[in-house]
């Protein structure tokens, strides 16, 4: 009988021995070796680019077979365009409660709508802020096509540094994503300073490590690349120039196509209700919502922008979101989307890490840059 129950031990203890093995390499396969995934792999066309194009062709569609995500109606595999939303912003989230590991949408239909920003190109604003030679200083960057001012602020208290980027772009595609090693897939990651190198990039942030997660949206220099459920607020800037966050559940990949989308990116959440005002909850946990260094977006208008990184973890407190929230309210932006934060939040200006990330930072797998696309000497 000892002899017996023995044997059923080591079997157990074999048993466990193998499934630790098992676990191991499937861990290793799906979250830290690199391997490429699947990219819907449809390019959007900027209708702006008329030596190309004559305009956005409407009729671009997802392949049947796509995995889509679509307000109101979401299925595994298929589509369900008439799911999708009738116009831009009028479908807003009632589900402020639904969570997931980044937390749940809290944008709600308080508040009164956004003004329209008015229809001028967003070439043709803003001139005062372009010169017509390339001028460069240390906390500055212009030239025909784009103007960064980067400064480094401290919060009233003394206890927040933070580094702001405060961006005009008079060609949308300046505004560029990168992804590690050029390559779209699981566990590739490279330092965000390489990826700016790569780019030729003037500045540039880490992403919204879209590699760490099969779930959500991810469009990248106008190619969509996944379009994948989520319950995550979803950040979309389109090829006119306007800036979006929406709830996931509100996202729809056919309404994205056919306005123009250049850059979607997954992570959130959002930092500025849909009127532009402040949040002061988040359908998140405490963890996430407590001070933390981050890194954030900020939009204005069509061709302004903003970049966010707040140091945390050391000399500098981090910030929260409620406090993010304010501090984008306060900077004047209409609309702000959180990203990656923690060890990632890492700023990157003329080829120099200039903010103290925690930990000494990590590697990402994507960043965003702002890059010049004509030569100018």
Request: hydrophobic share 35%; net charge negative.
């Amino acid at each position: 009988m000892k002899i017996k129950k023995n044997r059923v031990l080591r079997n157990l203890l074999i048993d466990a021995v193998c499934l630790g093995i098992a676990l191991v390499v499937f861990a290793l396969f799906h979250h830290v070796l690199p391997r490429q995934q699947q990219s819907v792999g449809i390019v959007i066309p900027n209708p702006y680019k008329t030596e190309t194009n004559t305009g956005a062709d409407s009729s671009l569609a997802l392949p049947e077979d796509t995995v889509y995500l679509a307000a109101g109606g979401m299925s595994d595999g298929g589509m369900n365009l008439s799911a999708g939303r009738n116009s831009r912003g009028t479908q807003k989230n009632n589900s402020k409660n639904t969570m997931n590991s980044k937390g749940g949408s809290a944008l709600t239909d308080g508040g009164e709508a956004a003004e329209e920003t008015d229809d001028t190109p967003i070439a043709d604003k803003f001139a005062d802020k372009y010169s017509d030679t390339v001028v460069i200083t240390d906390s500055s960057y212009s030239s025909p096509d784009i103007s960064i001012t980067v400064t480094e602020e401290t919060t009233a208290n003394g206890r927040i540094t933070y580094y702001l980027a405060d961006i005009y772009v008079r060609d949308i595609t300046c505004f560029q994503s990168a992804l590690a090693r050029g390559t779209y897939g699981s566990g590739y990651r490279d330092s965000i300073t390489d990826m700016a190198s790569l780019s030729n990039a003037l500045l540039a942030i880490n992403g919204d490590y879209y590699g760490n997660t099969n779930e959500g949206v991810v469009i990248r220099n106008g190619v969509i690349y996944r379009a994948n459920r989520t319950n995550c607020d979803v950040c979309v800037l389109y090829y006119d120039g306007r800036m979006e966050v929406m709830p996931g559940s509100s996202f729809d990949m056919q309404q994205a196509i056919n306005d123009g989308a250049w850059q979607a990116w997954t992570f959130g959440p959002a930092l500025l209700d849909t009127d532009g005002s402040v949040l002061t909850s988040f359908a998140s946990t405490t963890r996430i919502i407590s001070a933390n260094p981050r890194t954030a977006i900020g939009y204005y208008e069509p061709g302004h922008y903003c970049m966010v990184v707040v140091d945390g973890r050391g000399a500098s407190a981090g910030i929260s979101l409620p406090d993010l929230s304010q501090l984008f309210y306060d900077l004047g932006c209409t609309a702000a989307y959180n990203l990656d934060g923690g060890n990632s939040s890492i700023m990157v200006w003329q080829d120099a890490v200039i903010n103290d990330p925690s930990g000494g930072g990590r590697e990402s797998s994507d960043a965003l840059l702002i890059a010049e696309v004509n030569r100018y000497e």
